[in-house]
């Protein structure tokens, strides 16, 4: 019967993708959006007209002209459905290839927002002098790189990126492209003098075959009770932006999915929408949906064995992208954005790690985080009082388990004022920071930007006496909106005022003006609800029509919000707050392309289920190739109360992001590690203190990212780009450059895992040796995954640097010797790196640090292990012109030794072990067992005490 072949394959479904509890209604549906109703629209008049269609933009031959350093082209665009209105088309080369495309209405009735790029870019790029345009009658072209050619097609207006004569991107293939024209309501060809009304309306037929016809919610419009007055009319812009030789694209974060993100276009009836980029507060999120979240980063990788490239929309407003796979092999892209210019740089790879370079000189990298931040942090709303968060460092301690950072949550604030403590629970905050500060820890309090209305609430009273708030549609009064601390308002941080305000604010030191006077330099912030989230707002955040700075409307720059803003004023202020500068830690919610400059991110309100736990990582990943890679999703699910099993599974999760945090919601049961029973209890800190044994590991990834824009944590395409098998693989992940593959378990029940090596290498089990061996085409293995062990494998040919002294913070380790794990490649070689500096101050950038690379190398029978200096050779650094190996930091741990070093995988028992310069040193020989090319254990050869310096050059001789 049909009625019940409905019902059951709506409950296989629902067990297929378990739906949480996420108010749908709350939130807009492209086809309860205006905008991204009129881009799919076209899209779909497009595919019914099929060979017939043709885009009505053109670029006007005779206006094509190029700059004197013949570097940037400017053209004039214009659309056969208006032609007295003109745009200018700017396109240029940088001189690292990538291409700008820029386009904006000229002489228009209003101006489109036009400064998204200005927050994202870390400068503006330099324009390659190299290129030399070539002018044609049909297009302008130019060749540059290997093999790449930028052609600007005029009719249609067509730009397309080919190598080697292979179609890498391709801008308005389909002919989807539209910018519409500012307009007046009465006469909706606003430009066209002269025409009376029945030309009007001649000429909306004449153009309904691309744009409909029924100017459908170009005035106003309507979602749940909000009413959005649009006072600029239809402003968005669609365009179509297609990959004909790539079968996968990932990015364009912040998104509950797979890292390659599937079709929106085809039968997955969870994927029906086009992917959103409007950054909201949604309640316990799905775990599989192309529903916006927090953060939005415009940036997408199209990725074949042949090449990566990217597009990055330099975009503020809110922004639909529909994906669509027409072939295995090919991918279709079509961007829809409320309002704002066409930006668009092109990315030409051609490598992943060109695609980062290129990325990362547009938007910047990572700040090098505090050493600290990398540690443990354990949150929840919300540790109650001081003496609460006392008793939670003291159990910690009791438990012997390692964490830095101790955080608050909204209820240390008196009626949610962030920074005035509520002196009832939080009398002593200043002792309560230093008691924590006493073990080398650090706190995170939250500071939210919703500042309650309240007149002796100075941030308050404050912002809104020197005109900084955020103002209502009508452009003068502020606004006000619900959010925890009841009728509250916002600073607007599109104001230089408004951020140089909010950076004073956290200055310990009395001043002029009102500062958190009861706070310290071990205090760091936190700020959540900066999409903004406002509870009695649509879709629980800012009426597009409220105003900015500059007379913006939020619907111009509403992604942007949450991040120039808040995080470059708190991070700032954090600066700034010291007689010594100091690295900031802020952890955001929301955030844009570039936001990875001044904090972290994590995944938000999360649920404590399995799926939940799977999809972090996936998330994690994606937001890592965005550039946004201080990431992490909450420990155990913000929501729930997860039992041991999931618990601990969660904890190796954690250990394996960038950003580690544990949290939990107001009613949710006490979950602190220490609070579990045996076994999990040991299972836990030994997992915490596998994290803190690996903390130069993540700092040495870290810094490599600042250098070279690569990701911290890193999917198999991105470190095997020609490895077919590879391109979906999102459950597994390389860590930096370190060698060290990881799967952790997200699934109940689970003994042993799959695990795919992509390569004819052999793996070493990190714990017990064993070793995996892969093959050329990629193979399969199966490891053991009991609930004490995640699955972690070390790739022949890494050396792995790490600190094993359980600590009770990550500064207690300063002075640790190291351990060096030296997996040899099938042919008997190594190396790997490690980057060390205070962790604390901005000295590294004087060059106080100190940089090694480790080098195994087999000559017959000897096989050398040296250590020699990388930061001589590391020329790109801008701090590393002034290097001196002798720097103040290299000599603070001059007694920081090698303690032992650990060599998997030698061919047979050395009979010797010197230290060259030194004598014979003290080891041991494990004989690996099992017969070669078959699952085995490898050889361990433990040198006790070698007898060396961490930061010095050294070299170990071991001949068999
Ligand atoms: C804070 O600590 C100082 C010094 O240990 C002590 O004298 C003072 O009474 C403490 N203040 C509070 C409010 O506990
Ligand atoms: C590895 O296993 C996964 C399923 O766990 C499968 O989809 C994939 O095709 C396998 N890969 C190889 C190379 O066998």
Same mark, same amino acid.
């Given at each position: 019967?049909?009625?019940?072949?409905?019902?059951?394959?709506?409950?296989?479904?629902?067990?297929?993708?378990?739906?949480?509890?996420?108010?749908?209604?709350?939130?807009?549906?492209?086809?309860?959006?205006?905008?991204?109703?009129?881009?799919?629209?076209?899209?779909?008049?497009?595919?019914?007209?099929?060979?017939?269609?043709?885009?009505?933009?053109?670029?006007?031959?005779?206006?094509?002209?190029?700059?004197?350093?013949?570097?940037?082209?400017?053209?004039?665009?214009?659309?056969?459905?208006?032609?007295?209105?003109?745009?200018?088309?700017?396109?240029?080369?940088?001189?690292?290839?990538?291409?700008?495309?820029?386009?904006?209405?000229?002489?228009?009735?209003?101006?489109?927002?036009?400064?998204?790029?200005?927050?994202?870019?870390?400068?503006?790029?330099?324009?390659?002098?190299?290129?030399?345009?070539?002018?044609?009658?049909?297009?302008?072209?130019?060749?540059?790189?290997?093999?790449?050619?930028?052609?600007?097609?005029?009719?249609?207006?067509?730009?397309?990126?080919?190598?080697?004569?292979?179609?890498?991107?391709?801008?308005?293939?389909?002919?989807?492209?539209?910018?519409?024209?500012?307009?007046?309501?009465?006469?909706?060809?606003?430009?066209?003098?002269?025409?009376?009304?029945?030309?009007?309306?001649?000429?909306?037929?004449?153009?309904?075959?691309?744009?409909?016809?029924?100017?459908?919610?170009?005035?106003?419009?309507?979602?749940?009770?909000?009413?959005?007055?649009?006072?600029?009319?239809?402003?968005?812009?669609?365009?179509?932006?297609?990959?004909?030789?790539?079968?996968?694209?990932?990015?364009?974060?912040?998104?509950?999915?797979?890292?390659?993100?599937?079709?929106?276009?085809?039968?997955?009836?969870?994927?029906?929408?086009?992917?959103?980029?409007?950054?909201?507060?949604?309640?316990?999120?799905?775990?599989?949906?192309?529903?916006?979240?927090?953060?939005?980063?415009?940036?997408?990788?199209?990725?074949?064995?042949?090449?990566?490239?990217?597009?990055?929309?330099?975009?503020?407003?809110?922004?639909?992208? @529909?994906?669509?796979?027409? %072939?295995?092999?090919?991918?279709?892209?079509?961007? &829809?954005?409320? /309002?704002?210019?066409? *930006?668009? !740089?092109?990315?030409?790879?051609?490598?992943?790690?060109?695609?980062?370079?290129?990325?990362?000189?547009?938007?910047?990298?990572?700040?090098?985080?505090?050493?600290?931040?990398?540690?443990?942090?354990?949150?929840?709303?919300?540790?109650?009082?001081?003496?609460?968060?006392?008793?939670?460092?003291?159990?910690?301690?009791?438990?012997?388990?390692?964490?830095?950072?101790?955080?608050?949550?909204?209820?240390?604030?008196?009626?949610?004022?962030?920074?005035?403590?509520?002196?009832?629970?939080?009398?002593?905050?200043?002792?309560?920071?230093?008691?924590?500060?006493?073990?080398?820890?650090?706190?995170?309090?939250?500071?939210?930007?919703?500042?309650?209305?309240?007149? @002796?609430?100075?941030?308050? %009273?404050?912002?809104?006496?020197?005109?900084?708030? &955020?103002?209502? /549609?009508?452009?003068? *009064?502020? !606004?006000?909106?619900?959010?925890?601390?009841?009728?509250?308002?916002?600073?607007?941080?599109?104001?230089?005022?408004?951020?140089?305000?909010?950076?004073?604010?956290?200055?310990?030191?009395?001043?002029?003006?009102?500062?958190?006077?009861?706070?310290?330099?071990?205090?760091?912030?936190?700020?959540?609800?900066?999409?903004?989230?406002?509870?009695?707002?649509?879709?629980?955040?800012?009426?597009?029509?409220?105003?900015?700075?500059?007379?913006?409307?939020?619907?111009?720059?509403?992604?942007?919000?949450?991040?120039?803003?808040?995080?470059?004023?708190?991070?700032?202020?954090?600066?700034?707050?010291?007689?010594?500068?100091?690295?900031?830690?802020?952890?955001?919610?929301?955030?844009?392309?570039?936001?990875?400059?001044?904090?972290?991110?994590?995944?938000?309100?999360?649920?404590?289920?399995?799926?939940?736990?799977?999809?972090?990582?996936?998330?994690?990943?994606?937001?890592?190739?965005?550039?946004?890679?201080?990431?992490?999703?909450?420990?155990?699910?913000?929501?729930?109360?997860?039992?041991?099993?999931?618990?601990?599974?969660?904890?190796?999760?954690?250990?394996?992001?960038?950003?580690?945090?544990?949290?939990?919601?107001?009613?949710?049961?006490?979950?602190?590690?220490?609070?579990?029973?045996?076994?999990?209890?040991?299972?836990?800190?030994?997992?915490?203190?596998?994290?803190?044994?690996?903390?130069?590991?993540?700092?040495?990834?870290?810094?490599?990212?600042?250098?070279?824009?690569?990701?911290?944590?890193?999917?198999?395409?991105?470190?095997?780009?020609?490895?077919?098998?590879?391109?979906?693989?999102?459950?597994?992940?390389?860590?930096?450059?370190?060698?060290?593959?990881?799967?952790?378990?997200?699934?109940?029940?689970?003994?042993?895992?799959?695990?795919?090596?992509?390569?004819?290498?052999?793996?070493?089990?990190?714990?017990?040796?064993?070793?995996?061996?892969?093959?050329?085409?990629?193979?399969?293995?199966?490891?053991?995954?009991?609930?004490?062990?995640?699955?972690?494998?070390?790739?022949?040919?890494?050396?792995?640097?790490?600190?094993?002294?359980?600590?009770?913070?990550?500064?207690?380790?300063?002075?640790?010797?190291?351990?060096?794990?030296?997996?040899?490649?099938?042919?008997?070689?190594?190396?790997?790196?490690?980057?060390?500096?205070?962790?604390?101050?901005?000295?590294?950038?004087?060059?106080?640090?100190?940089?090694?690379?480790?080098?195994?190398?087999?000559?017959?029978?000897?096989?050398?292990?040296?250590?020699?200096?990388?930061?001589?050779?590391?020329?790109?650094?801008?701090?590393?012109?002034?290097?001196?190996?002798?720097?103040?930091?290299?000599?603070?741990?001059?007694?920081?030794?090698?303690?032992?070093?650990?060599?998997?995988?030698?061919?047979?028992?050395?009979?010797?072990?010197?230290?060259?310069?030194?004598?014979?040193?003290?080891?041991?020989?494990?004989?690996?067992?099992?017969?070669?090319?078959?699952?085995?254990?490898?050889?361990?050869?433990?040198?006790?005490?070698?007898?060396?310096?961490?930061?010095?050059?050294?070299?170990?001789?071991?001949?068999?």
């Amino acid at each position: 019967m049909k009625v019940q072949g409905i019902i059951l394959s709506a409950a296989v479904l629902l067990l297929l993708h378990p739906v949480s509890a996420v108010k749908s209604g709350d939130f807009k549906t492209c086809s309860q959006s205006g905008f991204c109703r009129r881009g799919r629209a076209i899209a779909a008049r497009a595919r019914d007209a099929t060979a017939s269609w043709k885009s009505p933009y053109s670029v006007d031959a005779s206006s094509v002209s190029v700059s004197s350093e013949e570097a940037l082209i400017t053209a004039k665009v214009q659309s056969s459905l208006y032609p007295d209105v003109d745009f200018r088309l700017e396109m240029h080369v940088e001189d690292d290839g990538v291409v700008r495309v820029r386009m904006d209405e000229v002489s228009g009735l209003r101006k489109r927002y036009d400064e998204a790029a200005d927050w994202a870019l870390v400068k503006e790029p330099t324009i390659s002098s190299d290129i030399r345009w070539t002018a044609g009658k049909k297009a302008v072209s130019a060749a540059y790189g290997a093999g790449v050619e930028v052609v600007l097609e005029y009719e249609p207006l067509r730009v397309v990126v080919r190598r080697h004569g292979k179609e890498q991107v391709v801008i308005n293939g389909r002919g989807l492209l539209h910018m519409e024209h500012f307009r007046t309501k009465e006469t909706p060809v606003a430009n066209e003098e002269g025409l009376d009304e029945q030309d009007v309306m001649t000429s909306l037929k004449a153009n309904a075959w691309f744009e409909g016809e029924d100017q459908d919610a170009y005035w106003e419009e309507s979602f749940s009770k909000w009413t959005d007055s649009k006072p600029k009319g239809p402003e968005s812009l669609s365009v179509d932006i297609d990959f004909p030789n790539h079968g996968h694209v990932y990015g364009i974060p912040e998104h509950a999915t797979s890292l390659s993100l599937p079709t929106t276009t085809g039968d997955d009836p969870f994927f029906t929408e086009p992917y959103r980029l409007y950054n909201l507060d949604v309640f316990e999120y799905i775990a599989s949906s192309p529903m916006s979240l927090y953060g939005a980063i415009p940036l997408m990788h199209a990725h074949s064995a042949e090449s990566t490239v990217g597009v990055f929309h330099v975009v503020g407003s809110e922004t639909w992208i @529909d994906v669509a796979h027409p %072939s295995p092999m090919s991918s279709q892209t079509h961007w &829809i954005s409320e /309002s704002g210019i066409l *930006d668009l !740089f092109i990315l030409p790879g051609p490598s992943p790690d060109d695609v980062f370079a290129q990325y990362a000189r547009l938007t910047g990298t990572a700040a090098l985080p505090a050493h600290w931040a990398l540690g443990y942090h354990q949150c929840r709303w919300n540790y109650v009082s001081s003496d609460d968060v006392r008793g939670v460092q003291k159990q910690f301690d009791e438990a012997d388990m390692p964490v830095d950072v101790f955080w608050l949550d909204i209820e240390y604030a008196e009626e949610h004022k962030y920074m005035i403590w509520d002196q009832k629970t939080f009398p002593d905050p200043i002792n309560m920071t230093n008691d924590v500060a006493a073990f080398g820890r650090k706190m995170v309090a939250i500071v939210d930007p919703h500042l309650k209305r309240a007149e @002796d609430y100075p941030v308050y %009273s404050a912002a809104r006496d020197k005109g900084l708030l &955020i103002k209502q /549609s009508n452009g003068e *009064d502020d !606004f006000e909106g619900w959010c925890w601390s009841g009728s509250s308002a916002w600073v607007d941080f599109f104001n230089p005022d408004g951020i140089e305000f909010w950076a004073k604010l956290f200055d310990p030191r009395p001043g002029k003006e009102w500062s958190w006077t009861q706070s310290t330099e071990d205090i760091y912030i936190w700020n959540d609800m900066n999409e903004p989230s406002i509870f009695n707002g649509p879709e629980i955040t800012l009426q597009k029509d409220a105003i900015h700075y500059g007379g913006w409307e939020h619907r111009d720059v509403h992604n942007i919000n949450g991040m120039p803003l808040v995080s470059a004023a708190t991070s700032t202020g954090l600066i700034q707050r010291g007689d010594v500068r100091k690295r900031p830690f802020v952890l955001t919610r929301s955030f844009f392309a570039g936001t990875q400059r001044y904090g972290a991110m994590w995944t938000g309100d999360n649920l404590g289920t399995w799926e939940h736990m799977a999809v972090g990582i996936k998330m994690v990943l994606s937001s890592n190739i965005a550039g946004m890679v201080f990431a992490g999703s909450d420990v155990g699910g913000f929501f729930g109360n997860p039992d041991a099993e999931m618990l601990v599974r969660w904890y190796h999760v954690g250990i394996f992001s960038p950003f580690l945090r544990a949290h939990a919601h107001i009613d949710t049961k006490r979950r602190e590690p220490y609070l579990l029973t045996e076994p999990y209890k040991s299972y836990v800190r030994n997992i915490l203190r596998l994290r803190y044994s690996m903390l130069p590991v993540w700092y040495t990834a870290f810094r490599e990212n600042s250098e070279t824009g690569r990701p911290v944590v890193r999917p198999h395409y991105a470190v095997f780009p020609q490895d077919l098998n590879g391109f979906a693989i999102d459950d597994q992940f390389f860590l930096g450059s370190s060698g060290l593959l990881v799967k952790p378990v997200t699934r109940p029940g689970v003994t042993e895992e799959t695990v795919y090596i992509p390569e004819d290498e052999v793996y070493y089990e990190y714990f017990s040796h064993q070793t995996y061996h892969g093959s050329a085409e990629g193979k399969n293995v199966t490891v053991p995954a009991p609930l004490d062990r995640v699955p972690l494998l070390v790739r022949g040919g890494s050396i792995v640097p790490t600190r094993e002294r359980p600590r009770r913070s990550s500064s207690l380790m300063a002075q640790d010797p190291f351990t060096l794990r030296v997996a040899l490649s099938k042919s008997g070689a190594a190396k790997g790196e490690l980057y060390l500096d205070d962790g604390v101050t901005f000295a590294h950038r004087d060059g106080a640090l100190v940089w090694r690379e480790f080098i195994a190398a087999k000559t017959s029978k000897t096989t050398t292990i040296k250590s020699r200096d990388l930061a001589v050779e590391k020329p790109f650094a801008a701090d590393l012109a002034i290097y001196d190996p002798a720097n103040a930091f290299s000599q603070s741990i001059k007694n920081v030794r090698v303690e032992k070093v650990i060599v998997l995988g030698l061919s047979g028992k050395p009979s010797s072990v010197m230290l060259t310069g030194g004598g014979e040193l003290v080891w041991e020989f494990e004989e690996g067992a099992g017969s070669a090319g078959k699952e085995e254990r490898a050889s361990v050869l433990t040198i006790k005490d070698p007898k060396v310096g961490i930061a010095q050059d050294w070299e170990v001789k071991i001949t068999l």
